[in-house]
C-alpha cells in the first residue's frame, strides 16, 4: 500500500503545480462542468457538440476475507458529443489479477486483455434551467475475464445510471446523487458453469472548489449484491467512503483521484461487519482526459 500511496502523492503534487496555470473555471464557463469530476459516480453535464476525449481510467481493487487479492483494470476511452445532450464513449479494458491465498476462489497471477464496453448518456434536465440536472445512462459491456475471480468465460452485463446533481453554493459547492441497477451473466470457461447477478444502490457525493481549478470532497456508495439478474436472492450488502480530488491540469487536460474504504457490510447469513466475500475493502481510481 505504501507505493499506491507514494504514486497518489506524486499525482496530486503535479495537480497542485500545474493548476496555477489554468484560466479559472469560472471564467471559462461561468461554473462546474460535472461530467468528469466525480471519481466512482458520474455528474448530469455530458458536454457540447462536436466534443472529442480520451480518457484513461484505472481501479484498484485490494482486499478479500483471506489471503492476498489485488485486482487492477484498466480502461481506455473515446468520448464523443454527435447531438445535444447525448454522449457516446466506447472503451477497451485490460485486466491484472494477484490472488493468494482468498478463501473460495483459485490462486492466480495474471495480466489480460478484458473486454468493450460502450457507455450511453442523455441529459434530461440541465440545472442551469431546472432546479436540478438529471441524465440517465447505460453501460454495455462483454469480457472474457471475470472481474472478480480472474477465471475465463463469457460475461455481459449493463450498468444503468440515473443521476442527479445541483450547485448548493453557485460555483463552489456541487453535490450529486446516483441511482444504481447492474445486471450481469457470466458463464466460465473451465467449469461451463453460469451465473447470474445483478445490485442496486446508491451513491452520494460533495465537492468544494478550493482554488480555481482544484475541487476536493468525498463519496459515499452503498450496494446491496443479489443472486439473478432480478434481484433474487439477497447475497450481501456494503457501504463505501472515502476522499475525492479533482484538478484541472490545463485547458483540455484533467486529473480525477478518488479511494473508497469499506466502512460497513454484511454478507448474508453472517454477523460480520464488513462483506468481503461479495465487495473489496479498498476501492482507487484514477482517471486522465484530455480533449482533442
Same mark, same amino acid.
Given at each position: 500500500?505504501?507505493?499506491?500511496?507514494?504514486?497518489?502523492?506524486?499525482?496530486?503534487?503535479?495537480?497542485?503545480?500545474?493548476?496555477?496555470?489554468?484560466?479559472?473555471?469560472?471564467?471559462?464557463?461561468?461554473?462546474?462542468?460535472?461530467?468528469?469530476?466525480?471519481?466512482?459516480?458520474?455528474?448530469?453535464?455530458?458536454?457540447?457538440?462536436?466534443?472529442?476525449?480520451?480518457?484513461?481510467?484505472?481501479?484498484?481493487?485490494?482486499?478479500?476475507?483471506?489471503?492476498?487479492?489485488?485486482?487492477?483494470?484498466?480502461?481506455?476511452?473515446?468520448?464523443?458529443?454527435?447531438?445535444?445532450?447525448?454522449?457516446?464513449?466506447?472503451?477497451?479494458?485490460?485486466?491484472?489479477?494477484?490472488?493468494?491465498?482468498?478463501?473460495?476462489?483459485?490462486?492466480?497471477?495474471?495480466?489480460?486483455?478484458?473486454?468493450?464496453?460502450?457507455? !450511453?448518456?442523455?441529459?434530461?434536465?440541465?440545472?442551469?434551467?431546472?432546479?436540478?440536472?438529471?441524465?440517465?445512462?447505460?453501460?454495455?459491456?462483454g469480457d472474457r475475464i471475470d472481474e472478480t475471480t480472474a477465471a475465463k468465460g463469457r460475461s455481459y452485463g449493463t450498468d444503468f445510471t440515473l443521476a442527479f446533481d445541483?450547485?448548493?453554493?453557485?460555483?463552489?459547492?456541487?453535490?450529486?446523487?446516483?441511482?444504481?441497477?447492474?445486471?450481469?451473466?457470466?458463464?466460465?470457461?473451465?467449469?461451463?458453469?453460469?451465473?447470474?447477478?445483478?445490485?442496486?444502490?446508491?451513491?452520494?457525493?460533495?465537492?468544494?472548489?478550493?482554488?480555481?481549478?482544484?475541487?476536493?470532497?468525498?463519496?459515499?456508495?452503498?450496494?446491496?449484491?443479489?443472486?439473478?439478474?432480478?434481484?433474487?436472492?439477497?447475497?450481501?450488502?456494503?457501504?463505501?467512503?472515502?476522499?475525492?480530488?479533482?484538478?484541472?491540469?490545463?485547458?483540455?487536460?484533467? !486529473?480525477?483521484?478518488?479511494?473508497?474504504?469499506?466502512?460497513?457490510?454484511?454478507?448474508?447469513?453472517?454477523?460480520?461487519?464488513?462483506?468481503?466475500?461479495?465487495?473489496?475493502?479498498?476501492?482507487?481510481?484514477?482517471?486522465?482526459?484530455?480533449?482533442?
Amino acid at each position: 500500500m505504501q507505493g499506491r500511496g507514494f504514486g497518489f502523492g506524486i499525482l496530486i503534487a503535479c495537480g497542485v503545480a500545474l493548476a496555477p496555470a489554468c484560466a479559472p473555471a469560472d471564467e471559462r464557463d461561468g461554473g462546474f462542468d460535472t461530467e468528469h469530476i466525480f471519481g466512482f459516480l458520474i455528474g448530469t453535464d455530458v458536454g457540447n457538440v462536436g466534443e472529442r476525449e480520451f480518457q484513461s481510467q484505472t481501479t484498484g481493487r485490494f482486499g478479500k476475507s483471506g489471503g492476498t487479492y489485488r485486482a487492477v483494470g484498466q480502461e481506455m476511452e473515446i468520448e464523443l458529443v454527435p447531438l445535444p445532450n447525448f454522449r457516446i464513449e466506447a472503451g477497451a479494458s485490460t485486466a491484472a489479477h494477484d490472488i493468494r491465498g482468498v478463501p473460495d476462489i483459485d490462486d492466480r497471477r495474471q495480466l489480460n486483455f478484458q473486454g468493450f464496453s460502450l457507455d !450511453l448518456r442523455y441529459r434530461l434536465l440541465n440545472r442551469e434551467t431546472a432546479p436540478f440536472g438529471m441524465t440517465i445512462a447505460a453501460e454495455f459491456h462483454g469480457d472474457r475475464i471475470d472481474e472478480t475471480t480472474a477465471a475465463k468465460g463469457r460475461s455481459y452485463g449493463t450498468d444503468f445510471t440515473l443521476a442527479f446533481d445541483r450547485e448548493l453554493v453557485p460555483n463552489y459547492v456541487i453535490s450529486a446523487l446516483n441511482l444504481f441497477y447492474q445486471p450481469e451473466w457470466s458463464r466460465f470457461e473451465v467449469t461451463g458453469l453460469s451465473e447470474k447477478s445483478s445490485s442496486v444502490g446508491a451513491g452520494f457525493a460533495g465537492l468544494v472548489r478550493v482554488r480555481p481549478d482544484i475541487l476536493l470532497g468525498g463519496e459515499v456508495r452503498y450496494f446491496r449484491q443479489y443472486e439473478g439478474i432480478g434481484l433474487g436472492e439477497f447475497a450481501g450488502q456494503a457501504l463505501f467512503v472515502g476522499p475525492t480530488a479533482y484538478f484541472q491540469l490545463s485547458e483540455r487536460s484533467r !486529473l480525477t483521484l478518488s479511494w473508497s474504504m469499506q466502512a460497513w457490510g454484511r454478507p448474508a447469513g453472517s454477523g460480520a461487519n464488513l462483506d468481503l466475500v461479495n465487495f473489496e475493502r479498498h476501492q482507487a481510481r484514477v482517471v486522465f482526459g484530455v480533449n482533442f
